[in-house]
């Protein structure tokens, strides 16, 4: 991701569609977005993507290793209007770079209890169903449940073993 593509991502984050599911639900402002992209284009171990398809920009990742050698949280959206399908490749080019170029041993991600797209999608993906937060995320009016997940390197790699 590149200073070019801020208007891009504020514009899909801020989409309703998307911001049901994030943890921060208000409409983010361009100087609250310019002044997140500032520090994560300085933090060590944060890689913020842009997923393409022929050059078209489809979708956002955020891989963070910030807490454990080798270890990282992601986190991902798609633009609004992508196409049906689109998820899959996302999830299939993050994995690759979280465990090819980044060489990452586990990639965690977590999900909302109610957002059964992305349980769905962790688990098309390969990862692990590795706990519930009970009661973890308020949203100003209920609190929910947050789903944790996991895979490994050596998952990704083999995963029929």
């Known amino acids: 991701m ?11 984050r801020n989409h309703p569609t998307v911001r049901r599911y994030m943890y921060t639900s208000h409409e983010i402002a361009p100087e609250e977005h310019q002044r997140w992209f500032e520090r994560v284009s300085k933090e060590r171990g944060v890689s913020p993507l842009i997923y ?4 078209t920009p489809l979708g956002f990742v955020s891989i963070s290793s910030t807490r ?11 633009a609004p209007d992508a196409e049906s399908g689109t998820g899959r490749g996302l999830g299939q080019a ?8 980044m ?41 929910h449940d947050i789903i944790c997940f996991g895979i490994l390197a050596a998952e990704w790699r083999n995963p029929d073993s």
Do not use: P
């Open 68 to 78: 454990w050698q080798g270890i990282a949280d992601w986190g991902f959206y798609l």
């Open 52 to 55: 393409e398809v022929n050059g």
């Open 2 to 12: 590149v200073a070019g593509d801020l208007d891009r991502v504020l514009a899909w």
């Open 103 to 143: 060489n990452l041993h586990k990639l965690c991600g977590q999900a909302l209890g109610f957002n059964e797209r992305s349980i769905r999608f962790h688990t098309a993906l390969g990862f692990t169903r590795e706990g519930t937060l009970r009661d973890q995320f308020f949203d100003g009016e209920q609190y």
């Open 94 to 101: 993050a994995l690759q770079h979280a465990f090819e170029s």
